[in-house]
């Protein structure tokens, strides 16, 4: 795990200096620009989403706007896809989807588009058997066995959905592996459907989990931990708010009229007047707020009528303040309060202030500190180290700030120049699929032990080669760098709906490397640097990219037109999406997996590193244009692993499955 480190010698040293003119710079020049175009585009926003609610009153719009949702063309939406075989997996599955159906509005109604905005509208007429498909056991005219299972489902995936239909399909295959009868399901769901309804492609299937196999330990991978998360921060955050939240319900049992009814009763003076103000004005805040949530409008005058009736509620009002203030300036109550106060002195100086004194002697000298809660000494025990460490944190945070605007210039516009594309023709939309045979962890293994490269590091280095072979093959000519953006997926994110907010990682995988042009060692130690190089120079992009993927950073800043050109220039750059998914997730009766992540706008590709049990395979999802020769690269992988594994000395073992699994068919799609 990578920590956020920050050294003083970078704030005394000429980098410092520099990061921070390219820095104010770009301030000067970007945020007045920002500041007079972000109110102009959120309002402009607000009115066109209320012109289509107000012309078309019978469709739920789509408010939320995404990178996704930004990048999607008329004929290439975002489709996710996972693939499942187990045992019996797929029984009950009709009513579990019944079931699902009916307490989510949007898998009944059709995902349209109207003046460019997505909307959900209502159906004359949903049937379950339009989404629940028993697929034959015979495709073009021969048995679904392990020598064409990869072509009927790509066959399928190819599909486009029916506007007239909800975005979302669920295919139960039933087909003869290894000799025996099994089960394979394929759900295919729209990626605005899984957002607006939060739910998993698993979610579709009647699954069982065993909570012991949870695990809360994170996963190796290149595309995750690019820095440890703030804690002292948090943590002084949680301390701090704790506290004020028992400060202020003290002052609330003590000033409150609606707790103390007793303290109108008598003439109150200006200080106790302010202090009924101060609690009249945060509770009209707080209803204020509590309708913002909610979308409500609140005018001028709602502002008010919140303060009357908060004012109305403790019996606060013009006639309490105005005998306050001839009570304040009354001499006799000026004399009184005086005195009052001389004595309160007069008390703290002689008893209390003599016995804080030897209570926080004690609290020095003994070694459980916190046993005097009430102490200066506790108290700065506990914070001063604290406030120091969050301190490092804010120092540490801002410096990744100040590098964030030009190294993000740098990796994503300067470096590697030429273009890169994986598809020579323009892309038709439909999608394909194929994925490899399952590689052992324990050869993975065996060569980390080699090496020293991570397990992910060796399935890039062989994804690497596997590509190669696909450029040769489909005639293209092989770049220096193929440039692609890795997001790490962790296993239980496909089975249960989670919120953990991944960010993106820029990396070149080398194809053509300065010694050796075909050496796959070398290649895997020049992925070694870049994946160090990486992870070392991005982590603005990756926290921004992952604040997007949680909160909608980017596309609520930035208007969308903007955005579809800037994302779709640097898809056209990064080509190629990687996917690594990992974790100890285990699912009871599940045999094997493979998810596949979309690529949308001028990406070309999807490839995905899926671990599941003790095997990984790779999967490829590309434009049906690139068929058949995607399947090149998931024929190439297994292949490309073994002579890796041989390269660097590792002893060959013998298969585990020498009759291939569904997942690892003889034959790929188109051959």
């Not at 187990?86 to 003046?115: C, D, K, P, V």
Request: proline share 5%.
């Amino acid at each position: 795990m990578t920590a956020i480190r920050f050294n003083i010698m970078d704030v005394l040293g000429f980098t410092f200096l520099f990061h921070l003119g390219v820095s104010l710079l770009l301030l000067v020049l970007l945020v007045p620009v920002f500041l007079l175009v972000y109110p102009v585009l959120s309002w402009s926003r607000k009115v066109w989403i209320r012109f289509v609610k107000w012309k078309y009153p019978n469709v739920v719009v789509v408010e939320e706007n995404s990178i996704r949702t930004i990048l999607d063309q008329l004929r290439n939406h975002g489709i996710y896809t996972l693939l499942i075989q187990g045992r019996s997996i797929a029984e009950g599955i009709g009513g579990h989807l019944g079931y699902l159906t009916s307490s989510r509005r949007f898998l009944r109604a059709g995902l349209s588009t109207r003046w460019g905005l997505y909307v959900w509208r209502d159906l004359d007429y949903f049937s379950l058997n339009n989404h629940l498909v028993n697929s034959p056991c015979f495709f073009r005219g021969r048995p679904i066995t392990e020598s064409n299972i990869q072509d009927y489902v790509s066959d399928l995936t190819s599909k486009f959905f029916s506007p007239e239909q909800p975005p979302w399909q669920v295919h139960v295959i039933n087909c003869f592996l290894r000799g025996e009868e099994c089960q394979v399901c394929l759900v295919r769901v729209h990626h605005l459907l899984l957002r607006q309804e939060r739910l998993a492609l698993a979610d579709f299937l009647p699954l069982k989990y065993a909570t012991e196999s949870w695990t809360c330990q994170e996963p190796e991978s290149p595309f995750t931990n690019l820095y440890v998360e703030p804690s002292a921060l948090p943590k002084l955050y949680q301390k701090l708010t704790e506290s004020f939240s028992n400060y202020w319900n003290e002052f609330l049992c003590d000033n409150d009229p609606n707790e103390r009814p007793e303290i109108l009763k008598k003439q109150i003076g200006v200080f106790q007047c302010a202090k009924i103000g101060v609690i009249v004005l945060v509770f009209s805040l707080k209803e204020l707020t509590r309708q913002c949530r909610k979308g409500e409008r609140s005018s001028i005058f709602d502002v008010f009528s919140i303060l009357q009736r908060e004012a109305f509620k403790r019996n606060f009002g013009f006639v309490v303040v105005y005998r306050s203030v001839l009570m304040s300036i009354n001499p006799l109550e000026i004399f009184y309060g005086a005195f009052l106060w001389f004595w309160y002195l007069a008390v703290t100086f002689t008893l209390k202030t003599p016995i804080r004194i030897l209570r926080e002697l004690r609290a020095l000298k003994s070694r459980h500190k916190h046993c005097y809660p009430d102490t200066l000494t506790s108290m700065l025990w506990y914070y001063l180290p604290l406030v120091l460490q969050a301190g490092i944190e804010v120092l540490s945070i801002t410096w990744i700030g100040i590098k964030a605007p030009k190294m993000i210039l740098q990796e994503l516009f300067l470096k590697h120049p030429q273009a890169n594309r994986l598809q020579t023709t323009s892309p038709c939309g439909r999608k394909v699929v194929a994925w490899s045979e399952e590689i052992q962890l324990e050869v993975l293994q065996n060569i980390a032990n080699m090496t020293g490269a991570t397990e992910a590091e060796i399935l890039l280095a062989a994804t690497v080669d596997a590509l190669k072979k696909y450029f040769q093959i489909s005639g293209v000519r092989i770049p220096n760098d193929v440039l692609a953006t890795g997001k790490f997926i962790r296993q239980r994110a496909i089975f249960m709906q989670n919120h953990e907010a991944r960010g993106i990682l820029c990396l070149a995988l080398p194809t053509k490397t300065p010694l050796f042009e075909n050496d796959l060692v070398e290649i895997l130690q020049v992925i070694q640097k870049n994946v160090r190089e990486a992870r070392s120079k991005q982590r603005a992009i990756y926290a921004i990219t992952a604040m997007e993927a949680s909160c909608g950073l980017i596309s609520s800043c930035f208007p969308s037109l903007l955005l579809k050109v800037m994302l779709n220039q640097l898809t056209r750059r990064y080509s190629l999406s990687l996917t690594h998914v990992n974790g100890d997730f285990l699912v009871e009766g599940v045999d094997a997996v493979m998810y596949w992540r979309p690529p949308q706008g001028n990406c070309n590709m999807s490839i995905t590193l899926h671990r599941y049990g003790t095997g990984v395979r790779l999967g490829v999802m590309g434009d049906a244009l690139i068929g058949p020769e995607h399947s090149v690269i998931t024929r190439t992988f297994p292949k490309s692993v073994e002579s890796l594994a041989y390269a660097v000395g590792v002893p060959r073992t013998p298969s585990r499955n020498l009759i291939p699994s569904p997942a690892s068919p003889s034959t790929s799609p188109g051959h």
